[in-house]
């Protein structure tokens, strides 16, 4: 089973390039040798793949959260343009990075503290 490791911040905007995963089909003729991606287990309304070009993406509107969700696992099949599915998926292991997301004020005691 191939994998990808990637580490991402939690203020990645939506729409970013995650990874590019990609599959061989040895067929000769189309459409049979045409090869589309999709997303089997982990996408959790966050996650996109391009079905032609494996592309995988953070969604429109997703917000990461590392106190929540430090971590993904999506899943990648590959389908031939006969419907045969890859033997073996993909996994994309998703580390996200916390960020310093809190504002810094400051009192009058001269200390500051977060929100």
Known sequence: ML????????????????????????????????????????????????????????????????NVHPAHILEIAAVDGGGLTSETATLINITVIDTNNKVIVGNTTGSSTSR
């Open 3 to 66: 994998t990808y490791n990637k580490i991402i911040r939690e203020d990645t905007p939506p729409g970013t390039e995650i990874v590019k995963v990609t599959a061989y089909d040895g067929d000769a003729s189309l459409p049979f040798n045409r090869v589309f991606y999709r997303i089997e287990r982990g996408a959790q309304d966050k996650f996109l793949v391009d079905a032609d070009t494996g592309s995988v993406r953070l969604g429109p509107g997703a917000v990461l959260d590392y």
